[in-house]
């Protein structure tokens, strides 16, 4: 059995894609692209797919990752681009590699989040960023199923700055931009409760709903403070056995 780790985005429009919503236009894709795919045991059998830390409805992203299981080996790439094309543009599938490493899950421990706050004025933005960045908790309250829940939003920021608009965008008002590394924790500290942690400490409300957007997930680097590519692990193991069969080449008599 041949396990395949994608990464896709969601962008545009489908950044209002729920995540169930996601799984049946992926499912449609598995079935026009003809993927040979694993099924689970039982009386409703399903494909074998492993999704991992989705981003919430609403938000987009440049790093969402799952993991499907094959019955006959495929090139990760040819795989990559049926399976890019059966599904509607925004939702695309941009790297593949086969599985060669255990643990994707447990290589997703931070993520980095962009967020746009149009009609904000970046200083007092970064005012709100100073007073945020300067406590030692931040408490916000979340609406759950169970009821409202109050938390400690500021535990789980590694960082938070601010940012120059893109040059190449036009700005005919005020726009601030965030920029945010923050621990997969539990609770899970999401942008939202960040931007209510940010209107709690310095009474930072934007005007309109702010434009979120996750640039990288993956494993945090205690050393550099850098969220590390988690397939650069099976990307590698990957190289490894040609490099050597290179080696033994170069070394064989002639």
Partial sequence: MQRIRLRYTKRGRLRFTS????????????????VPMAYSAGFTPHPKVSY?????????????????????????????????????????VIEAVEARTPGLADRLTASVWELRLDGVDPADAGRAVAAFNAADTVEVQRLTKNGVRTFDARSAVVRLETHSPQADRPIDQPCAILRLVVRHVTPAVRPDDVLSGLRAVADLAPPVPAAVTRLAQGLFDEETGAVTDPLAPDREAAEAPSTADATAAAKAPA
């Fill in 19 to 34: 995540h169930r919503d996601f799984q049946r236009a992926f499912e449609r894709a598995l079935r026009r692209a003809e």
């Fill in 52 to 92: 991992a830390n989705a981003a919430p409805t609403g938000t987009g992203s440049e790093a969402e990752y799952l993991e499907i299981a094959l019955t006959e080996a495929r090139d990760p790439q040819k795989l990559r681009e049926l399976l890019d094309e059966s599904l509607p543009a925004g939702l695309d």
